[in-house]
T-cell receptor
Framework: AQSVTQLDSHVSVSEGTPVLLRCNYSSSYSPSLFWYVQHPNKGLQLLLKYTSAATLVKGINGFEAEFKKSETSFHLTKPSAHMSDAAEYFCVVSSYNFNKFYFGSGTKLNVKP | DAGVIQSPRHEVTEMGQEVTLRCKPISGHDYLFWYRQTMMRGLELLIYFNNNVPIDDSGMPEDRFSAKMPNASFSTLKIQPSEPRDSAVYFC????????????????FGPGTRLLVL
């Protein structure tokens, strides 16, 4: 069975400080993993994805994530938060036969000036 | 490309009325997805189509919900009759299809339709 857990429902950081949004998954097989961002009143937008290539994945707006199979994690990081990063972030895993997406419950990132 | 287009952006209706949500996917995309987002349940996949054919509708909550894709450039999600618990934001998304399967590909989301059933 596939599932994904986002460990924090809310994260608050100051502008200019690092961002860490945590995601753990369970999968019987090597999964495909994604991070999507949703700004207020907008649809979701892909930040980055892992599909069994390099384990360190770079995305848009300075975000990156590292696939760690031994820890079943795919945490999202950014060295320096910007006010425009305030949004909700979703970690997503696809099933081994690629026929379903499993969305995490989301993490709301607040960036303080 | 204009991206995924959804209409209407906002819909307010009374319980018992029929509601039709519309979606135009990105040209050339083989897959189309309908999602529902609520505070209580988060983001839920309702149904998806491949080449206009419904593949998995296991997420459709009940018979009051139906979805069609008469051609590659148009899909509808209909609720009849609507109930207050259907109030949510409904998203349409589309993606390309490859030999690796659709769910490895990026999904492009529309702006959503915010539905309020009174």
């Amino acid at each position: 069975a596939q599932s994904v857990t986002q460990l924090d429902s809310h994260v608050s950081v100051s502008e200019g400080t690092p961002v860490l949004l945590r995601c753990n998954y369970s999968s019987s097989y090597s999964p495909s993993l994604f991070w999507y961002v949703q700004h207020p009143n907008k649809g979701l937008q892909l930040l980055l994805k892992y599909t069994s290539a390099a384990t360190l994945v770079k995305g848009i707006n300075g975000f990156e994530a590292e696939f760690k199979k031994s820890e079943t994690s795919f945490h999202l990081t950014k060295p320096s938060a910007h006010m425009s990063d305030a949004a909700e972030y979703f970690c997503v895993v696809s099933s081994y036969n690629f026929n379903k997406f499993y969305f995490g419950s989301g993490t709301k990132l607040n960036v303080k000036p | 490309d204009a991206g995924v287009i959804q209409s209407p952006r906002h819909e307010v209706t009374e319980m018992g009325q029929e509601v039709t949500l519309r979606c135009k996917p990105i040209s050339g995309h083989d897959y189309l997805f309908w999602y529902r987002q609520t505070m209580m349940r988060g983001l839920e996949l309702l149904i998806y189509f491949n080449n206009n054919v419904p593949i998995d509708d296991s997420g459709m909550p009940e018979d009051r919900f139906s979805a069609k894709m008469p051609n590659a450039s148009f899909s509808t999600l209909k609720i009849q009759p609507s109930e207050p618990r259907d109030s949510a934001v409904y998203f349409c998304a589309s993606s390309e299809g490859t030999s690796g399967g659709s769910f490895q590909e990026t999904q492009y989301f529309g702006p959503g339709t915010r539905l309020l059933v009174l």
